[in-house]
Each structure stands twice: as structure tokens, then as C-alpha cells.
């Protein structure tokens, strides 16, 4: 089977799983959390101001910066989706580490800076709030259903960070003066809103590869690492 068959696949069937999850989709503000952090961090990072973030409930959000320079503006525009993808590699290169207690931290510490210095209000602060407090609980709960509650989060925000680009992608062809971030882009660039918008989903596919590559990758070590250790006790035994 082709490699991107074989990634389309893997995407497919994460989706039709986590969505049997029950609360599933309360999960998914997590891509959001992370895009609007991503705007945030850049505004700040280019001395432009963050004056407050809004998370809602239907997984759509907004960050309100000032910024003073158009090349400025250009960089936060793109860090949004950018950011997400980028940190569902992140989130399955701690799984494939075997350090889903430190991702855990990280995406609390995200949600608890947001909730201290950006989002005061709405669904957004219930959200944080039981965000935060879930995590802490998992962080001490039996290893085995921490591990799937990470993994859970980690397929969640990867395929969010798709999705929301294709989405993103399909608003900007029927109303392109709607499309988010890629409005403003095509505002401040001579690029129109569907070619950042393609930008997007290709970045998203790329960094969905790298992830399931990583969580191929774990497993087949593990695969491996049973394997080894049965050869060994097969060989004991013989002796």
C-alpha cells in the first residue's frame, strides 16, 4: 500500500474511533487552545500586544492582538495553524519518548497561563478549568489509562489541526472574506485567501505523517522489545 494511503487510512480510522468516545468532542478544544496560544506567543515574540483570547464552544476561537508592523501581523496570522500542527508532533513525539507525564505538564501549563492571563470569561474558563483539573488527575492515575488518555488527546489534535485547515480551505472557495486567518493573510499579502489555505492543509498532512510515522515507530519497538525478551526466556528454558 502507498505511503499516503496508508496515512489517510491511519486518519480515517483515528476519526471513526475517537469519535465513539464518549465527551470526545470536549477534547477537541484542545487544537483550539493550542492555535490561539500560537497566535499569542508570536504577537508577543514580535512586540505586539495581547490584550484577551475567546475559546467556544464550538471548538472555534479568537485572539485579540495589536500589532505594528504588517511582516508582525503576517507572523501571527500564521501561527495558528502552524502552531497546532506542530504540536500534535510534539504531543506523539513524547509518546514515542515515553514521556506522556512531561506532555501532560506542557499542555497544563498552556491552559493555566491562558486562564491566568487571557481568557476570563465564557466557556472558555469552564473549559480551562476542567482541562487543568483532569490532567492533574490523570497525571497520578493507573499508567495504563493515562497512557490512553494521552494517546486519546494526541489523535485528537491531530486530526483537528487537519480538519480545521480543510475547513478553513473549503470557507475560503465559498466566502473567502470569512476565512479566518487566511483572510487576514491574503489582506496583508498579494496571496489569496485559498492559497494560504492550501498552505495550511499541506503543512497539516506533512506534519501528520511525521506523527504517524512516530507512533509506528513506537510500536514496532515494542513489537520488537516482546519479541527479544520471549527469545531469551525460550533460550533459558532450553538450557
Known amino acids: 500500500m502507498p505511503k499516503w494511503a496508508k496515512l489517510v487510512l491511519y486518519l480515517l480510522v483515528a476519526a471513526v474511533l475517537t469519535r465513539l468516545i464518549p465527551f470526545s468532542s470536549l477534547f477537541r478544544n484542545l487544537n483550539t487552545m493550542i492555535h490561539e496560544f500560537g497566535h499569542a506567543v508570536v504577537a508577543l515574540a514580535t512586540s505586539g500586544r495581547v490584550s484577551s483570547i475567546d475559546l467556544n464552544a464550538n471548538h472555534s476561537g479568537a485572539t485579540y492582538v495589536m500589532t505594528y508592523s504588517t511582516w508582525s501581523s503576517v507572523l501571527v496570522s500564521l501561527a495558528g495553524y502552524v502552531s497546532a500542527s506542530l504540536f500534535a508532533v510534539l504531543l506523539f513525539y513524547g509518546y514515542y519518548k515515553k514521556q506522556q507525564k512531561q506532555g501532560l505538564i506542557l499542555m497544563t501549563a498552556v491552559a493555566l497561563i491562558m486562564l491566568i492571563l487571557y481568557v476570563h470569561d465564557g466557556f472558555g474558563v469552564v473549559w480551562l478549568i476542567g482541562f487543568i483539573a483532569l490532567n492533574a488527575l490523570m497525571y497520578f492515575v493507573w499508567e495504563p489509562l493515562r497512557n490512553f488518555y494521552y494517546m486519546l488527546l494526541c489523535f485528537l489534535t491531530l486530526e483537528e489541526s487537519i480538519t480545521s485547515s480543510l475547513y478553513l480551505a473549503w470557507v475560503s472557495i465559498t466566502s473567502p472574506r470569512s476565512a479566518?486567518?487566511?483572510?487576514?493573510?491574503?489582506?496583508?499579502?498579494?496571496?489569496?485567501?485559498?492559497?494560504?489555505?492550501?498552505?495550511?492543509?499541506?503543512?497539516s498532512l506533512l506534519c501528520a505523517n511525521w506523527c504517524i510515522r512516530l507512533f509506528a515507530k513506537t510500536h514496532e519497538g515494542r513489537s520488537s522489545n516482546r519479541s527479544s525478551s520471549s527469545g531469551s526466556r525460550r533460550s533459558k528454558m532450553r538450557a
Do not use: H, Y
Open 180 to 203: 479566518g486567518d487566511a483572510a487576514l493573510l491574503a489582506q496583508d499579502t498579494f496571496v489569496p485567501a485559498i492559497g494560504w489555505s492550501i498552505l495550511f492543509v499541506a503543512f
